[in-house]
């Protein structure tokens, strides 16, 4: 039997652990089972503390940012208005993924409601989506400022740093409406097991009963439009901005600029490596795990090096939190010693 996502996404009650003989051919509940790491059974405690104290260091790391951004006059620039949007990104982005993930782990419950995997679905790529069009303005900003400093004021205006901020928050979430409403128009049947840590445009699809063929050709366009466009933005800013950084006549200023700059690109590489191999090659058994391993690295390792690559390393953000901490009465070199 076929049933619609509209109404009861799955059937056939053999498939479905908690649907009791009596219910006949209809489930009470639905739910998906989300594999997540369960395949490691001897490692389901050390996985849980890892992922927690990464999550509890990316939300104080994000936070602290934030904070630090709002607090300081100086910091009201469009290079830090950024990067707090990154961080505010980055807070929501882990707190849509890694309590479900904590509590899998810690209570060995991988289920999860249609309505509830298709929400975290939804902010999911939403916020993935936005992460990608705000790295590219992060990058534009930093070309205009070196690049062609003299124009800059007059590009980054309040008006416009709203504008390019705005429009990747706005840009993240319209595209994954389209995605997620395509969703809801595929019928379920048969296994309800999702071989992923988390609810994900994909493996939702080899669920479906209906043709893979045009939801993978919208994945990839999705993919295209939204990840190798922004990175191939993101390459052609940085690369322009170490051509200008090579011409710099000080040696131990070129070497700063360079080092900063090829740690974005580093970063900036990874993450969206990650993210085009996860969605532009198509998924074969070779390649699952290696692609949920790839899923760990941008859901949950970049919120946690964001902070620290961008902003934790700068200077002006250094001295704020000095500043703060001596508001505080906190020892005068700490933090600031452990980022050195």
Excluded at 22 to 44: K, M
Excluded at 121 to 132: D, I, M, W
Excluded at 133 to 162: F, Q
Excluded at 169 to 189: D, R
Aim: proline letters at 5%; charged letters at 10%.
């Amino acid at each position: 039997m076929l049933v619609t996502a509209h109404s009861v996404p799955l059937c056939a009650p053999q498939t479905h652990p908690m649907a009791s003989q009596g219910q006949g051919n209809q489930t009470s509940n639905t739910e998906f089972i989300l594999l997540g790491f369960r395949d490691l059974p001897g490692l389901q405690v050390p996985l849980f503390l890892l992922f927690l104290v990464i999550y509890l260091m990316t939300m104080a790391g994000n936070i602290l940012i934030l904070a630090l951004v709002v607090a300081h006059r100086h910091l009201h620039t469009p290079m830090y208005f950024f990067l707090g949007n990154l961080s505010c990104l980055e807070i929501g982005y882990s707190s849509t993924l890694l309590p479900q993930l904590l509590a899998g782990l810690l209570a060995g419950d991988w289920t999860i409601s249609f309505t509830g995997c298709l929400t975290q679905y939804y902010f999911f790529g939403a916020l993935l989506v936005t992460e990608c069009l705000l790295l590219s303005v992060m990058s534009y900003d930093r070309y205009l400022a070196i690049c062609n400093p003299l124009h800059y004021t007059a590009r980054m205006s309040g008006r416009s740093c709203l504008q390019l901020a705005g429009g990747s928050w706005t840009g993240g979430f319209l595209a994954c409406s389209i995605t997620t409403v395509s969703i809801t128009q595929l019928t379920f049947c048969g296994p309800n097991t999702i071989d992923h840590f988390l609810c994900d445009f994909i493996p939702l699809v080899k669920l479906s009963c209906n043709d893979p063929l045009l939801m993978d050709t919208l994945a990839f366009s999705m993919c295209l439009i939204f990840s190798l466009v922004p990175f191939l933005l993101t390459s052609v800013s940085y690369i322009c901005i170490i051509s200008t950084i090579l011409r710099i006549p000080s040696t131990t200023g070129r070497q700063k600029a360079f080092s900063t700059c090829s740690s974005h690109l580093i970063v900036v590489s990874v993450y969206y490596g990650a993210l085009l191999i996860a969605y532009m090659f198509p998924t074969t058994d070779l390649l699952s795990d290696f692609k949920k391993v790839l899923s760990v690295s941008y859901t949950v390792l970049t919120p946690l090096v964001n902070p620290l690559i961008y902003a934790l390393r700068n200077r002006e953000v250094q001295e704020a939190l000095c500043k703060t901490c001596r508001k505080l009465r906190f020892p005068r070199y700490w933090p600031i010693g452990l980022l050195r």
